[in-house]
């Protein structure tokens, strides 16, 4: 397996769909890749020699951010708007869709699993 970004691409797929298995890059911009380096996205990693993989891995170093950078990016991004206490923040905190969902009926999967109220089938006790 080829190490680019950090990342193990398989050898047995196609050039394109390789760089897709690098958090950051979907189909489009692999495709958009394998354009600006002139190299044919139908090439199989493991028919690539280690000139064409270098050219790859300098592409990607110098204009894309990729994986951990990414990650990293995100993360600040979202720790800023909860810091300021923004109103995508606070849904962020309180882990509730951030871009206008509506929560009443859906949002099941943001909000999470359901959980009972306790404190409901008390029985009064007699004095």
């Not at 280690?50 to 979202?78: C, H, P, T």
């Not at 708007?81 to 109103?87: C, F, M, N, P, R």
Request: glycine share 10%.
């Amino acid at each position: 397996m080829a190490r680019v970004a950090g990342v193990e691409i398989p050898n047995d797929k196609r050039l394109w769909v390789s760089l897709m298995s690098i958090y950051g890059i979907g189909e489009k911009s692999a495709k958009s890749i394998c354009e600006e380096v002139k190299i044919d996205g139908n090439t199989y990693v493991r028919d690539l020699n280690e000139g064409q993989l270098d050219i790859v891995r300098a592409y990607l170093d110098q204009n894309l951010q990729v994986e951990g950078e990414l990650r990293q990016k995100i993360f600040r991004e979202i720790k800023r708007l909860k810091d300021i206490k923004s109103y995508r923040g606070i849904r962020h905190k309180l882990g509730l869709p951030v871009r206008g969902q509506r929560t009443r009926h859906n949002a099941h999967t943001r909000k999470g699993k359901s959980r009972p109220v306790g404190g409901l089938n008390r029985k009064l006790e007699k004095t």
